[in-house]
């Protein structure tokens, strides 16, 4: 069960599904024709195409960092790691990522998926939200590709999504699945006034994906990875 923070599919292909029946009593077929479902495997690539430019991975320089990957019992453990992802929100490069990744940081590296790399700085956290915004240093008159922001109150149980980030340090993984349930909340958070209302999928994301995007099918941002809900820490195959 992956867990992130928080329309009709465009140039989406679609097929047809036609059942065949053997209820006629003189043994003929009868066929019944069921509505047009949508198959956005051409849109997937798209969305992907698109997303993994605005995807980063975040490696983070300090004692230990990072929380929220379950080990065995009902209690959430910490699950140390280096190296988390991020999403850039603006072309002057500030990036959106998980608080619980970069709360202990010194050093920030940002590496994007044609291989530039930056050094970053924390401009802002929010643990309540487990969310915060870092900015990697850029040249004189760079820029960046910011991802598009899309509403996650518009998001439904049964919407396709793909989670981007970069897990077990595979840069630029790219998942799909539904999602599951909405309003999730697993006391993961450890602040009094913390806030959980995580998106629930099915999509796959391992350590490593923490402030990884959660996407619609239009390539939009609903949500930042935070959480998997598993006894091993691992995706196991259900959301």
């Given at each position: 069960?992956?867990?992130?923070?928080?329309?009709?599919p465009?140039?989406s292909?679609?097929a047809?599904?036609r059942l065949?029946?053997?209820?006629?009593?003189d043994?003929?077929a009868?066929e019944?024709?069921?509505?047009?479902?949508?198959v956005?495997?051409?849109?997937f690539?798209?969305?992907?195409?698109r997303?993994?430019?605005?995807?980063v991975?975040i490696?983070?320089e300090?004692?230990?960092?990072?929380?929220?990957w379950?080990?065995?019992?009902?209690?959430?453990?910490?699950f140390?790691e280096?190296?988390?992802?991020?999403?850039?929100?603006?072309?002057?490069?500030h990036?959106?990522?998980?608080y619980?990744?970069?709360?202990?940081a010194?050093?920030?590296?940002?590496?994007?998926?044609?291989?530039?790399?930056?050094e970053?700085?924390?401009?802002?956290?929010d643990?309540?939200?487990?969310?915060a915004v870092?900015?990697i240093?850029?040249g004189?008159?760079?820029?960046?590709e910011?991802i598009?922001?899309?509403?996650?109150?518009?998001?439904?149980?049964?919407?396709?999504?793909?989670?981007?980030?970069?897990?077990?340090?595979l840069?630029?993984?790219?998942t799909?699945g539904?999602?599951?349930?909405?309003g999730?909340?697993?006391?993961?958070?450890?602040?009094?006034?913390?806030?959980?209302?995580?998106?629930?999928?099915?999509?796959?994301?391992?350590?490593g994906s923490?402030?990884?995007?959660l996407?619609?099918?239009s390539?939009?941002?609903?949500?930042?990875?935070?959480?998997?809900?598993?006894d091993?820490g691992?995706?196991e195959?259900?959301?």
């Amino acid at each position: 069960m992956l867990l992130a923070y928080p329309p009709a599919p465009r140039g989406s292909q679609f097929a047809e599904i036609r059942l065949v029946e053997r209820a006629d009593p003189d043994g003929e077929a009868m066929e019944s024709e069921m509505s047009a479902f949508p198959v956005p495997g051409g849109a997937f690539r798209d969305v992907s195409r698109r997303t993994v430019q605005s995807v980063v991975s975040i490696n983070v320089e300090s004692s230990w960092s990072s929380r929220f990957w379950p080990s065995s019992g009902s209690d959430s453990q910490m699950f140390p790691e280096n190296e988390g992802s991020g999403v850039v929100i603006t072309p002057q490069g500030h990036i959106v990522t998980s608080y619980h990744l970069v709360e202990d940081a010194g050093n920030l590296q940002v590496k994007f998926a044609d291989k530039r790399e930056y050094e970053a700085y924390t401009v802002g956290v929010d643990p309540s939200t487990d969310l915060a915004v870092i900015q990697i240093i850029l040249g004189p008159g760079e820029r960046v590709e910011p991802i598009t922001i899309g509403d996650s109150e518009t998001v439904q149980p049964g919407d396709w999504v793909l989670a981007v980030g970069n897990p077990l340090q595979l840069n630029s993984t790219v998942t799909a699945g539904i999602v599951s349930a909405l309003g999730r909340s697993m006391n993961i958070i450890d602040e009094s006034f913390g806030v959980e209302m995580f998106i629930q999928t099915d999509a796959a994301i391992n350590p490593g994906s923490s402030g990884g995007a959660l996407v619609n099918i239009s390539g939009e941002l609903i949500g930042i990875n935070t959480a998997i809900a598993t006894d091993s820490g691992f995706y196991e195959g259900y959301g």
